[in-house]
């Protein structure tokens, strides 16, 4: 099956930096991504909608400004969390369709976990 | 705005019973659901998806969709230790969205 990658796997940062989350498609190409967040004992929310080409959409409540998200090509997105604050550290995953499924299948990467000291 | 409300357990079922899991949403228009399977610190895996009432069944598991009463179940038949995790009721919100239920963690004990 399809396999989307994330890179670093696990950061920890000092409040302030910035942070930088790849997301690969290895097998196929992805003109969309998405990106959730996770904290503990809760649910996926969704952050945003990259999208190849065009700029990213986000959700109501989250940050443009601070949750950069760039879709350098048909296989790469990043997130890039600026100044990041200890309310920041959280689990985050990327996910892109399946070609051709509409909703039907979503591939995860294995997640980024981030702590902010 | 479209919500899927999960009991967040956890479930605890012996090994070999039938463990059930429910969900109920808001959006009557919704088509497709999914449920996910997340392990501990991993990132959620497909178990089944459905679109049409009735049930689908797919090895040990079947899930159930009642459109009318806005009700999506998963049953796991012989539960496994192994399928202890958090079950992520799920539907799609368009344009290839997601939009996740808060989980019911399953606890599957020898």
């Known amino acids: 099956g399809a396999v989307v990658s994330q890179h670093p796997s696990r950061v920890i940062c000092k409040s302030g930096t910035s942070v930088k989350i790849e997301c690969r498609s290895l097998d196929f190409q992805a003109t969309t991504m998405f990106w959730y967040r996770q904290f503990p004992k809760q649910s996926l929310m969704l952050m945003a909608t990259s999208n190849e080409g065009s700029k990213a959409t986000y959700e109501q409540g989250v940050e443009k400004d601070k949750f950069l998200i760039n879709h350098a090509s048909l296989t790469l997105s990043t997130l890039t969390v600026t100044s990041a604050h200890p309310e920041d550290s959280s689990f985050y995953i990327c996910s892109a369709p399946g070609q051709g499924m509409v909703g039907e299948t979503q591939y995860f990467g294995p997640g980024t976990r981030l702590l902010v000291l | 705005q479209k919500e899927v409300e999960q009991n967040s357990g956890p479930l605890s079922v012996p090994e070999g019973a039938i463990a059930s899991l429910n969900c109920t949403y808001s959006d009557r228009g919704s088509q497709s659901f999914f449920w996910y399977r997340q392990y501990s610190g991993k990132s959620p895996e497909l178990i089944m998806f459905?679109?049409?009432?009735g049930d689908k069944e797919d090895g040990r598991f079947t899930a159930q969709l009642n459109k009318a009463s806005q009700y999506v179940s998963l049953l796991i038949r012989d539960s496994q230790p192994s399928d202890s995790a958090t079950y992520l009721c799920?539907?799609?919100?368009?344009?290839?969205?997601?939009?996740f239920g808060a989980g019911t963690r399953l606890a599957v004990h020898p």
């Open positions: 799920t539907l799609s919100g368009g344009y290839n969205k997601l939009i």
């Open positions: 459905i679109y049409s009432n």
